[in-house]
């Protein structure tokens, strides 16, 4: 058996490529991270808007 699947984990003289599992997995992990800084992104933004709109004197509270 000279397979690169043949069971024993190693493949002879080749480089071993990631699973499908694990590429999915990192994409998911970059997705989660994506979401999050752009929500990030987005409340502080907001914060910064109100607070220049409340220095300006738009907004009477």
């Known amino acids: 058996m000279t397979e690169a699947g043949d069971g024993d984990g190693e493949a002879d003289g080749e480089v071993r490529r990631p699973s499908v599992a694990a590429v ?3 994409r998911r ?3 989660i991270l994506a979401v999050v800084a752009g929500l990030l992104v987005c409340c ?3 914060v910064v808007g109100t607070l220049i709109a409340l220095s300006s004197g738009l ?3």
């Open 44 to 46: 502080c933004s907001a």
């Open 29 to 31: 992990v970059w997705l």
């Open 24 to 26: 999915a997995r990192d």
């Open 59 to 61: 907004l009477s509270a």
